[in-house]
């Protein structure tokens, strides 16, 4: 079969490699439909993420359709449209009965990190009980690709984590998916107002569209001093969806007392704590990694309609055109792209 291989930092290859065979009677073999490309696979390719080795098939996200069982799997049959997701879950281990799945003592992130992921035509799924989800008909799969990734990990991360309520001025450093996700999904709340941050015009006027009811380019000036003119005395959420330490600074001087600080972005190297200065103000810091708990009810608000993800597709390619989508997807701000569709069938 044909998929994307993660070959050192800096390089990657379209290559033909071995189809996936069931190992596991837990397993399912998922034939994908429907990919995308992560920020997380970009810093795989930056050399970021070590236990990524030559040869891995990169990718965690998709929908597809069932092309085989093992013979423990129960829920899912041959035939069914499924969404994949970025969480693999043995669903009995201490972790998962915590609702813990990104530390499942059997899985966890392991799609497109420590086995071979979604870039592909075909993808093995450990667990398919537990890491599956059954799609309805007439169900737009687009939209749903989202839901792998993106929507749980700014909902739970950022949205649930940061403890948004009602009322609430919240601030989301990073436009990008995960940003968007948390924009969309903050809502679900009532925040009183919603500020979104970054260096790109576009990204920003898409913020408008999807529900921020201010935007602030920070390449124009003290990101702080321009919230502090905007609120009283500065945001009660503060959400972090880049990853860089010039972004997680800012988040920490945009905090009123009692605010609540959630690190979503991917960091690849150390930030500083002003600790010195947080402590006396009751701030609260939160960090993880998306256990996709929620995903049922997002997979509902979706099917519903009342949540439009497909929103937040910017551009759509052929799966031979796999190349040109990380192109693209790696230029985002030249190409005005948020995220990506990749279709094989």
């Given amino acids: 079969m044909k998929a994307v291989v993660y070959e050192a930092p800096g390089r990657k290859a379209f290559a033909t490699v071995p189809a996936p065979k069931i190992s596991q009677p837990t397993d399912a073999i998922v034939r994908i439909t429907k990919t995308t490309i992560c920020g997380t696979d970009l ?8 236990a990524v080795t030559a040869g891995r098939v990169l990718g965690h996200e998709g929908v597809g359709v069932v092309e085989a069982v093992g013979s423990a799997v129960s829920s899912f049959k041959v035939g069914d449209r499924v969404l994949i997701s970025c969480i693999t879950a043995c669903g009995k281990c201490e972790y998962c009965k915590k609702q813990m799945y990104s530390h499942c003592e059997d ?3 392991i799609l497109g990190h420590l086995i071979d992921g979604t870039q592909a035509e075909y993808v093995r799924i450990p667990h398919a009980d537990n890491s599956l ?17 993106i929507l749980p990990t700014g909902f739970e991360i950022g949205v649930l984590y940061g403890q948004v309520q009602p009322g609430d001025t919240v601030a989301i450093v990073g436009a ?12 679900f709340y009532s925040p009183s107002k919603l500020i979104m941050v970054d260096v790109d015009d576009a990204r920003l006027g898409l913020a408008k569209k999807f529900g921020a009811t201010q935007v602030i380019n920070s390449s124009h000036g003290d990101v702080a001093e321009a919230i502090r003119k905007e609120t009283k005395d500065g945001v009660d959420v503060a959400i972090e969806a880049v990853g860089i330490p010039q972004t997680f600074d800012v988040c920490q001087r945009i905090l009123r007392p009692g605010g ?6 991917v960091h690849g190297s150390a930030v500083s704590l002003e600790l010195q200065k947080l ?11 998306v256990n996709t708990n929620t995903t049922p009810m997002l997979l509902k608000t979706v099917e519903s309609g009342r949540l ?9 390619f052929a799966f031979n055109d796999f190349m040109k989508a990380y192109e693209v997807f790696g230029n985002a701000s030249r190409e ?6 990749v279709t094989s069938e």
């Fill in 260 to 265: 609540r600080l959630a690190n979503v972005g």
């Fill in 43 to 50: 810093h795989i390719l930056k050399g970021d993420v070590p």
């Fill in 336 to 341: 005005q792209a948020l995220k990506v569709i």
């Fill in 176 to 187: 990008g998916p995960v940003g968007m996700a948390a924009l969309l999904t903050a809502q």
């Fill in 133 to 149: 989800y059954p799609i309805k008909a007439g169900s737009d799969e687009e939209a749903l690709v989202m839901l792998s990734d």
């Fill in 279 to 289: 402590w006396i103000q009751n701030i609260t810091i939160t960090t993880g990694l």
């Fill in 107 to 109: 899985g966890g992130w």
């Fill in 308 to 316: 439009q993800p497909e929103q937040l597709i910017t551009h759509r």
